[in-house]
């Protein structure tokens, strides 16, 4: 390992030149990491190479030919974002066995994840990464919160920094911070305010006004008593409808029947319904076409709290997104793939 400017430049081999691997190469050449990339697609290490200052290796990243070939060997960190879990963690095992220093593996699979502190324990990982699980979990924290546009969570879940949009007859526009504070006697922190596109850090002075995006960071509990005290917590989110029962949607629905949710789920692959209504016996799972505006019309999209798009086609979760927004559903979630 190098220190450059007290920056510490790490040794990094990442398993994986798809979305994921491509992503996190992408963020650790930019702050100046040595970065080598296995793929078995020729074409996706050259594509890669084309457009990042990164070292290619071609191969399986599960061989052990490959990954002295990529030299894990003398790596500070290896992540391995395969699409197949199986793969990753034993492309981590592998390298932890080549004396790589740290093993992150991209893990998704449901039945995977429940064991995962055993599993991390025995193949000396030092992390597990699911992408799917932390998606759904964000959406959950934006329904409970209905009235928050983004939250994001710190410490182990204990501190929560939520965005949202000054609308208006909001109760703060026109007072200072510190009146604020002094009115409503509310534990939070405002610490930045997105205004015509600039940012500012507020003071006690500073005024908000309608329009503005302010992010605020506090517990829980407290942000949940901020939303309420200011008229502006919407409403309790009771009910949810979901289309696509991929592992995003598993997830989402699993922690929203936890915290009494009505759940109802439409996917158009058959078996996958069969796997879902036996996974969650709690979820009303239907076998239909989502993009069809009948079948949610008939299936009560305009009674619904909030709805959440959560196809592999990022146009049709577009599209209805916004047909949920004219049955003035109130919580509208779309998930996006491409950046």
Known sequence: MQVREDVFIMNIVIIGAGKVGKKIAEQLTAEGHDIIVVDNDASRLNTLMNAQDVMCVLGNGAFYEVQKEAEVNHADVVIAAAPQDEVNMLCCLLAKKLGAKRCIARVRTPGYYRQLGFMKEELGLSMTVNPDFAAASEITRVLILPAAAQVEVFAGGRVELVEFKITENNPIVGNTLAEVYKKFKIKILVCAVQREGNVIIPDGNFVPQVGDRISIVSNHEGAEQFFKKIGTKHGKIKSVMIVGGGRIGYYLAKQLIKL???????????????????????ASVIHADGTDHIILKEEGIEHIDAFAALTGIDEENMIMAMYAKTKNVKKVISKINRG
């Open 260 to 282: 009494g949710m009505d759940v109802k789920i439409i996917e158009n692959n058959y078996n996958r319904c069969l796997e879902l209504s036996e996974a969650l016996s709690e």
